[in-house]
């Protein structure tokens, strides 16, 4: 089992940058796809990138494609996601998933809040 701890969150005003990082308290994540998820207040969550097991290969939502960034580190069990030229339409609170598909999505961690605001 693993769990995953999302970290990084912030208020950051519009066109700013933050990187958020997912950190496995407990298990390996090189075993696993892993993403980085949203949801907005009244909205339905919804993936934002997603990396392979390797971190060879990546998918974005168009939303972010050119701003955001997925990486991951295997040796030290961390997913990070960098967010540059933040817009307000990115405030939402940030979910890491890891599970064994990019649509199979296991484990979940706590989240964490960004808001995009002047």
């Known amino acids: 089992q693993v769990q995953l701890v999302e970290s990084g969150g912030t208020l950051v005003q519009p066109g700013g940058s933050l990187r958020l990082t997912c950190v496995a308290s407990?298990?390996?994540?090189?075993?696993?796809?892993m993403g980085w998820f949203r949801q907005a207040p009244g909205k339905e969550r919804e993936v934002v990138a997603q990396?392979?097991?390797?971190?060879?290969?990546?998918y974005y939502r168009d939303s972010v494609k050119g701003r955001f960034t997925i990486s991951r580190d295997n040796a030290k069990n961390t997913l990070y996601l960098q967010m540059n030229n933040l817009k307000p339409e990115d405030t939402a609170v940030y979910y890491c998933?890891?599970?064994?598909?990019?649509?199979?999505?296991?484990?979940w961690g706590q989240g964490t809040q960004v808001t995009v605001s002047s």
């Open positions: 998933a890891a599970g064994p598909s990019m649509p199979i999505m296991n484990y």
């Open positions: 407990r298990g390996t994540t090189s075993n696993y796809v």
């Open positions: 990396i392979n097991k390797r971190g060879r290969d990546s």
